[in-house]
């Protein structure tokens, strides 16, 4: 049984594409995914369906934020305190 935390076969985003409502004021993200270990001789990759969400606008503009927290702290080279790395 895999554990829940196995990053050796996290989902890795491979494509996505949005459209938005501006009247709903959201926005609908269709993303594919495949797994962070394909292409490893020797290893079968799980398979992950292709999901559509909805994201509330506060919602969208909240993820953003951290996502861009997270690319300036990457190209700064700064990891968190709290990142643990499994061996």
């Not at 829940?4 to 985003?13: S, T, V």
Request: proline share 3%; glycine share 6%; hydrophobic share 40%.
């Amino acid at each position: 049984m895999r554990k829940e935390y196995d990053i050796g076969h996290m989902r890795q985003l491979s494509k996505f594409a949005m459209t938005h409502s501006a009247i709903g004021e959201f926005v609908i993200l269709r993303t594919a995914y495949i797994d962070s270990l394909s292409g490893v001789k020797g290893i079968t990759p799980d398979k992950y369906p292709d999901q559509t969400v909805s994201i509330r606008l506060a919602d969208a503009k909240r993820l953003l934020a951290e996502l861009k927290k997270s690319i300036d702290y990457i190209e700064a080279g700064i990891e968190l305190p709290n990142t643990v790395f499994i061996d």
